[in-house]
């Protein structure tokens, strides 16, 4: 049984910071993929950062150059550093894992950030 459970998010104003985290539990180990997808009310979820246990990353190119994601395998944790926010990265923030033996994918229950003056 995998858990994910996501914490860091909050209100910020254009152009601040927020680091996300995601503690893994149960049998959350190097098989997996893990990441972070947002969903924006009226809007489908989008990936937004993944990363390997390896440390290979991907971005999102509305991210790109903004948003930098890490992980400790140990810890089975996952971060997203935040920067230069924007009122369109305003979003329920998701963490995301995938066992890359089966592509069977698990879910956070989320957390909000929102940017805004």
């Known amino acids: 049984q995998v858990q994910l459970v996501e914490s860091g998010g909050g209100l910020v104003q254009p152009g601040g910071s927020l680091r996300l985290s995601c503690a893994g539990s149960?049998?959350?180990?190097?098989?997996?993929?893990m990441g972070w997808y947002r969903q924006a009310p009226g809007k489908q979820r989008e990936l937004v950062a993944t990363i390997t246990s390896g440390g290979y990353a991907n971005y999102a190119d509305s991210v790109k150059g903004r948003f930098t994601i890490s992980r400790d395998n140990a810890k089975k944790t996952v971060w997203l550093q935040m920067n230069s926010l924007k009122p369109e990265d305003t979003a329920a923030y998701y963490c995301?894992?995938?066992?890359?033996?089966?592509?069977?994918?698990?879910w956070g229950q989320g957390t909000q950030v929102t940017v805004s003056s």
């Open positions: 149960g049998s959350i180990s190097s098989m997996y993929t």
């Open positions: 995301w894992a995938r066992r890359i033996t089966t592509d069977t994918n698990y």
